[in-house]
């Protein structure tokens, strides 16, 4: 194996964990979150020679898979159901639990743009230049797309409020 493929290894097994978490943050089910993993550490590895000269290889990386995702419903292949089961259901419930379920489900009904904003600043703790910088946008963008992301969520959690359900 040449040595530039062991870095690639190495970094993706050092990130795996980190890069799921935000997949499954941003789409919001454990399979699109491994179909996004997984398009984004081929890219990766296609252009591991840029990438691991980049100032910030974690941001790099980070930009990748959230482009990914946002170009992920262009794609007439997303519209495609492979199987007519109904999901899986989750396994006996933690404390907590009910709020974080309540949570994921309103940010998927949240426009892709703004739930990555509010994933990005909110459960990935990116400041708002970062996110601009990642999403090629204005701080004043990620600034009213954070803003009409949580009116949104506001209006979709109704009662429940927003400060006790980071998930």
């Given at each position: 194996?040449?040595?530039?493929?062991?870095?690639?290894?190495?970094?993706?097994?050092?990130?795996?964990?980190?890069?799921?978490?935000?997949?499954?943050?941003?789409?919001?089910?454990?399979?699109?979150?491994?179909?996004?993993?997984?398009?984004?550490?081929?890219?990766?590895?296609?252009?591991?020679?840029?990438?691991?000269?980049?100032?910030?290889?974690?941001?790099?990386?980070?930009?990748?898979?959230?482009?990914?995702?946002?170009?992920?419903?262009?794609?007439?292949?997303?519209?495609v159901?492979?199987t007519?089961?109904?999901?899986?259901?989750?396994?006996?419930?933690?404390?907590?639990?009910?709020?974080?379920?309540?949570?994921r489900?309103?940010?998927?009904?949240?426009?892709?743009?703004?739930?990555?904003?509010?994933?990005?600043?909110?459960?990935?703790?990116?400041?708002?230049?970062?996110?601009?910088?990642?999403?090629?946008?204005?701080?004043?963008?990620?600034?009213?797309?954070?803003?009409?992301?949580?009116?949104?969520?506001?209006?979709?959690?109704?009662?429940?409020?927003?400060?006790?359900?980071?998930?």
């Amino acid at each position: 194996m040449q040595s530039w493929e062991q870095e690639y290894v190495e970094y993706v097994t050092a990130r795996l964990p980190s890069l799921r978490r935000l997949g499954y943050l941003l789409c919001g089910d454990e399979h699109g979150a491994d179909d996004l993993v997984q398009q984004t550490i081929t890219a990766l590895y296609v252009h591991w020679r840029r990438a691991s000269a980049a100032d910030s290889i974690d941001a790099y990386v980070r930009q990748m898979l959230v482009r990914v995702f946002l170009d992920e419903k262009r794609r007439p292949w997303s519209r495609v159901r492979l199987t007519d089961l109904p999901p899986e259901r989750p396994g006996q419930a933690d404390v907590g639990a009910e709020d974080r379920i309540v949570l994921r489900a309103a940010l998927q009904q949240v426009p892709r743009r703004q739930r990555a904003v509010l994933v990005l600043r909110f459960l990935d703790d990116l400041s708002v230049s970062e996110v601009a910088g990642l999403l090629r946008c204005s701080e004043g963008t990620v600034k009213s797309q954070t803003a009409h992301g949580l009116a949104t969520l506001r209006r979709l959690l109704g009662d429940r409020t927003l400060a006790g359900l980071r998930g």
